[in-house]
């Protein structure tokens, strides 16, 4: 591997850099210095001319918004980077890595553009950064035989599903929904989707990785050791270092699957259903997985009244004789009938719960987007231990019908789910929660105005929902960021106190756990953003010495 030859060089070639090279180069910009540091540390046999990217290339922009899902985290207000690369060998990400250190230029990393924040690209606060831009490192290599797959980490989650269909019919792999999720985030973040409540999730399911620390090197599971490799199965992007590729172990999909979506509006009860499935979700078959798109739609029986509609939308690993038997014990009141279930193969179901139309065929998933087109929005996070009563039901309802596109997803936990224990890696929310939901309102427009009515409008259902979730601490999803929870300085003097409050919302205990292993393998500070996990060295002294006492 490069890495080895290329550290046992390194003191020699920050020797040079930090003399002779640097000082000649000392009144060029940042991106003139960058390019000069990253060609000295790679192989010259791989052009990567072509892979930098500074605001006056007409393809700047492109490139930018390219991946980026959230147009709030693209508007001119937001800082933009100095300058994109776009690297296309791990040896270019070690040297990213070593020259945006020697520069003392923050990084910014992104693989599938998906964050809710946009801190893959952008920040909350001004100051200078690099993007790095993973969506060149994309090889996928699925071995049935080793009933394993290795894929970097710019390779869509699509992709990877597509990947192993084409290998085999009965293999699968349990992560997210849709489509476009670039693995590197999304997998280090946790990774649910349909088969978590038969196989957990997707960081459940990985077996090795490899990842550029913050001193440049390239580690696997082997040499990073099992409390690195513990913390960046869950613990969220962005703050041990570069993933470059995960293994992912594969898990066994039956030849035929069925899926189903069934709506209920209010006027049919949909309210006194809900609280039903509230009660049951948890405890049905684990072949099943049921989600509850709700939103708020355009009544059909009264013309100019809006309604809330509760979708049923679910994945059953097996034929559609047995799920109406399980559906007839465990859930007869949602009344599904042979004619809503639809048997299909794996990877056809990839498709239909992204909710894409059948028309669509699998090869789509090689074209890396979403079919859906890209809007401005803010979401939010909860988890459920306890049915929500049906006046709380309502109160949402309320609140539904008065803001323009919101939407909330409701995804059952339980099977798998329940049974591995908080502890086992970074994503805490296991047993006893019921199920976990997702708020999210989108609008169309980038205006200060419309965005300040929207964010607000979430805030306050957030709010008023609190007495109705988890509690000590209300927990959260690390992948649905949400720096409403706080947010850090960018100094590097990172409150660590501070972190501790939205470090337990996403990690409960946890959180010490992950800033024991930071203050191990990124002392520095290195790969820090908003959310960062702080190091210990971020507590003053006397703090410090609270903590250890
Ligand atoms: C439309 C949509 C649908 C979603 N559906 C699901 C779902 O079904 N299940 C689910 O679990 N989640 C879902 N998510 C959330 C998703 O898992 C997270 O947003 C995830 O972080 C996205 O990963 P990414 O690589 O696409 O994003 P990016 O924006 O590229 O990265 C996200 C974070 O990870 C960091 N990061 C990226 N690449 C690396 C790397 N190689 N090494 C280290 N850090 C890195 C970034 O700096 C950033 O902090 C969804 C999000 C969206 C927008
Ligand atoms: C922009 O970048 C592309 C790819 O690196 C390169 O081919 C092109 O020459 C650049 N254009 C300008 C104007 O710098
Ligand atoms: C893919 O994986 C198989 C099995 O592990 C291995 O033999 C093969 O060399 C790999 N192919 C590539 C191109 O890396
Ligand atoms: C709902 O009705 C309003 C007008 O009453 C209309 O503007 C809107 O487009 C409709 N929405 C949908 C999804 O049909
Ligand atoms: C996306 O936007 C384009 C242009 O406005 C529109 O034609 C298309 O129907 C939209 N696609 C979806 C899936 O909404």
């Given at each position: 591997m490069p890495s080895s030859i290329s550290l046992m060089f390194l003191p020699l070639l920050l020797f040079?850099?930090?003399?002779?090279?640097?000082?000649?180069?000392?009144?060029h910009s940042i991106e003139d210095k960058f390019y000069q540091c990253v060609n000295l540390h790679t192989d010259l046999s791989i052009p990567f001319h072509s892979a930098f990217f500074t605001p006056e290339n007409a393809s700047f922009t492109s490139v930018l918004q390219s991946t980026a899902m959230n147009l709030r985290c693209l508007g001119p207000s937001r800082p933009k980077p100095e300058l994109i690369f776009t690297p296309l060998t791990e040896s270019q990400v070690q040297a990213a890595v070593i020259c945006a250190k020697e520069l003392n230029i923050q990084l910014r990393v992104r693989s599938g553009g998906h964050d809710y924040e946009g801190i893959s690209y952008t920040s909350a606060t001004p100051f200078p950064f690099?993007?790095?831009?993973?969506?060149?490192?994309?090889?996928?290599?699925?071995?049935?035989?080793?009933?394993?797959?290795?894929?970097?980490?710019?390779a869509t989650i699509g992709e990877v599903y597509y990947r192993i269909s084409q290998k085999s019919r009965i293999h699968g792999f349990p992560a997210g929904l849709c489509t476009s999720l670039g693995i590197g985030?999304?997998?280090?973040?946790?990774?649910?989707?349909?088969?978590?409540?038969?196989?957990?999730?997707?960081?459940?399911?990985?077996?090795?990785?490899?990842?550029?620390?913050?001193?440049?090197?390239?580690?696997?599971?082997?040499?990073?050791?099992?409390?690195f490799f513990w913390a960046i199965r869950g613990g969220g992007g962005g703050s041990f270092g570069i993933l470059l590729a995960w293994k992912l172990s594969l898990v066994p999909v039956p030849l035929t699957v069925t899926v189903f979506t069934v709506p209920w509006t209010l006027e049919q009860g949909a309210t006194k259903l809900l609280y039903r499935w509230q009660q049951v979700a948890d405890t049905l078959d684990e072949d099943l997985f049921i989600r509850v798109l709700i939103s708020a739609v355009n009544s059909t029986d009264q013309k100019g009244k809006r309604t809330i509609q509760t979708a049923y939308q679910a994945l059953f690993l097996g034929r559609?004789?047995?799920?109406?038997?399980?559906?007839?014990?465990?859930?007869?009141?949602?009344?599904?009938?042979?004619?809503?279930?639809?048997?299909?193969?794996?990877?056809?179901?990839v498709l239909y719960i992204a909710g894409y139309p059948r028309t669509l065929k699998p090869e789509f998933l090689l074209q890396r987007k979403s079919f859906f087109n890209k809007t401005y929005f803010k979401a939010k996070?909860?988890?459920?231990?306890?049915?929500?009563?049906?006046?709380?039901?309502?109160?949402?309802?309320?609140?539904?019908?008065?803001?323009?596109?919101?939407?909330?997803?409701?995804?059952?936990?339980?099977?798998?789910?329940?049974?591995?224990?908080?502890?086992?890696?970074?994503?805490?929310?296991?047993?006893?929660r019921k199920f976990m939901i997702q708020w999210l309102t989108a609008w169309q427009s980038g205006d200060k105005k419309t965005t300040d009515k929207h964010i607000d409008w979430i805030r306050k259902l957030y709010d008023s929902v609190a007495p109705y979730v988890s509690k000590f601490p209300r927990e959260a999803y690390v992948n649905y960021r949400d720096l409403d929870l706080g947010v850090d300085k960018l100094s590097g003097n990172v409150n660590y106190l501070k972190a501790c409050f939205w470090g337990s919302n996403y990690f409960k205990d946890n959180f010490k756990r992950l800033v024991q292993v930071k203050t191990k393998?990124?002392?520095d500070n290195f790969f820090r953003h908003e959310q960062s996990i702080p190091t210990l060295h971020s507590l003053?002294?006397?703090d410090e010495k609270k903590m250890i006492n």
């Amino acid at each position: 591997m490069p890495s080895s030859i290329s550290l046992m060089f390194l003191p020699l070639l920050l020797f040079l850099l930090s003399s002779a090279s640097w000082a000649a180069a000392s009144d060029h910009s940042i991106e003139d210095k960058f390019y000069q540091c990253v060609n000295l540390h790679t192989d010259l046999s791989i052009p990567f001319h072509s892979a930098f990217f500074t605001p006056e290339n007409a393809s700047f922009t492109s490139v930018l918004q390219s991946t980026a899902m959230n147009l709030r985290c693209l508007g001119p207000s937001r800082p933009k980077p100095e300058l994109i690369f776009t690297p296309l060998t791990e040896s270019q990400v070690q040297a990213a890595v070593i020259c945006a250190k020697e520069l003392n230029i923050q990084l910014r990393v992104r693989s599938g553009g998906h964050d809710y924040e946009g801190i893959s690209y952008t920040s909350a606060t001004p100051f200078p950064f690099i993007m790095i831009d993973l969506a060149k490192l994309r090889f996928i290599n699925v071995s049935i035989e080793e009933n394993s797959a290795w894929a970097q980490v710019g390779a869509t989650i699509g992709e990877v599903y597509y990947r192993i269909s084409q290998k085999s019919r009965i293999h699968g792999f349990p992560a997210g929904l849709c489509t476009s999720l670039g693995i590197g985030g999304h997998i280090t973040g946790g990774a649910y989707g349909p088969m978590m409540r038969k196989y957990g999730l997707g960081a459940d399911n990985v077996v090795d990785a490899r990842i550029v620390d913050a001193t440049g090197r390239i580690l696997d599971r082997a040499s990073m050791g099992e409390d690195f490799f513990w913390a960046i199965r869950g613990g969220g992007g962005g703050s041990f270092g570069i993933l470059l590729a995960w293994k992912l172990s594969l898990v066994p999909v039956p030849l035929t699957v069925t899926v189903f979506t069934v709506p209920w509006t209010l006027e049919q009860g949909a309210t006194k259903l809900l609280y039903r499935w509230q009660q049951v979700a948890d405890t049905l078959d684990e072949d099943l997985f049921i989600r509850v798109l709700i939103s708020a739609v355009n009544s059909t029986d009264q013309k100019g009244k809006r309604t809330i509609q509760t979708a049923y939308q679910a994945l059953f690993l097996g034929r559609a004789n047995r799920l109406l038997k399980v559906m007839k014990k465990g859930f007869p009141e949602l009344g599904l009938t042979q004619k809503d279930c639809v048997e299909m193969s794996w990877i056809e179901s990839v498709l239909y719960i992204a909710g894409y139309p059948r028309t669509l065929k699998p090869e789509f998933l090689l074209q890396r987007k979403s079919f859906f087109n890209k809007t401005y929005f803010k979401a939010k996070s909860d988890f459920v231990k306890e049915p929500i009563p049906k006046f709380a039901l309502e109160g949402i309802w309320k609140r539904f019908l008065q803001e323009d596109s919101p939407f909330t997803i409701w995804n059952a936990y339980g099977g798998m789910m329940g049974k591995i224990p908080e502890s086992e890696i970074p994503f805490p929310h296991r047993k006893g929660r019921k199920f976990m939901i997702q708020w999210l309102t989108a609008w169309q427009s980038g205006d200060k105005k419309t965005t300040d009515k929207h964010i607000d409008w979430i805030r306050k259902l957030y709010d008023s929902v609190a007495p109705y979730v988890s509690k000590f601490p209300r927990e959260a999803y690390v992948n649905y960021r949400d720096l409403d929870l706080g947010v850090d300085k960018l100094s590097g003097n990172v409150n660590y106190l501070k972190a501790c409050f939205w470090g337990s919302n996403y990690f409960k205990d946890n959180f010490k756990r992950l800033v024991q292993v930071k203050t191990k393998v990124d002392p520095d500070n290195f790969f820090r953003h908003e959310q960062s996990i702080p190091t210990l060295h971020s507590l003053s002294e006397e703090d410090e010495k609270k903590m250890i006492n």
